[in-house]
């Protein structure tokens, strides 16, 4: 995109697809022999990829199901997780190690979905993988931002348990959405 990009960033973008395709057509002609990639490059199109079959409504409900039930839940086990120490809510634990290790975690799988994953299997090997995401290290900085922002947000919400209960918790980070429509 324009906004996020600039010209010589687009241009690179485009060189490493050049070169994806090139990769491409290379591999399919090892794998098919020449009469096929013949057909590819004389631009004759390959049948179109088999789309995933939908998702059906008990599947969509289920989900639905798990997610409610997950951010219901998700408050209600950070503030079972506190004791009363001295007629204080504390953790025996630190939650600034608790945020850091799941960020940590999800870092992690991020980075293994993107190599691995069958979703980027049409971006060619790790290889090719790690040297997009090197190529595009400057975009990725702005990313570097928001997850601070969001460890913040982590780290406060642990706090905010400790002085709000469950209930006040959500309807004040509920209320936000109400702010947000009436500044528009």
Request: charge should be positive; proline fraction near 3%; aromatic fraction near 12%.
């Amino acid at each position: 995109c324009t906004r996020c990009c600039s010209e010589s960033e687009m241009g690179s973008a485009r060189e490493a697809i050049e070169k994806r395709k090139a990769k491409a057509r290379e591999k399919l002609r090892a794998r098919q022999g020449e009469h096929a990639a013949n057909d590819v490059e004389s631009g004759q199109e390959a049948p179109p990829p088999a789309q995933p079959a939908p998702k059906s409504f008990s599947f969509q409900a289920s989900m639905v199901g798990i997610y409610v039930f997950i951010w219901v839940s998700h408050g209600l086990l950070i503030r079972a997780s506190q004791v009363e120490v001295g007629g204080e809510a504390k953790y025996l634990f630190s939650f600034l190690a608790v945020t850091l290790v799941t960020d940590f975690c999800k870092l992690c799988l991020a980075t293994g979905l993107f190599l691995y994953g069958p979703s980027t299997a049409n971006l060619g090997s790790v290889e090719d993988k790690i040297k997009i995401a090197w190529d595009y290290r400057r975009t990725g900085m702005y990313f570097i931002v928001t997850a601070f922002i969001y460890a913040m947000y982590n780290n406060l919400m642990f706090l905010n348990f400790i002085y709000f209960d469950v209930g006040t918790y959500k309807v004040l980070m509920n209320s936000r959405i109400l702010k947000q429509e009436s500044c528009k």
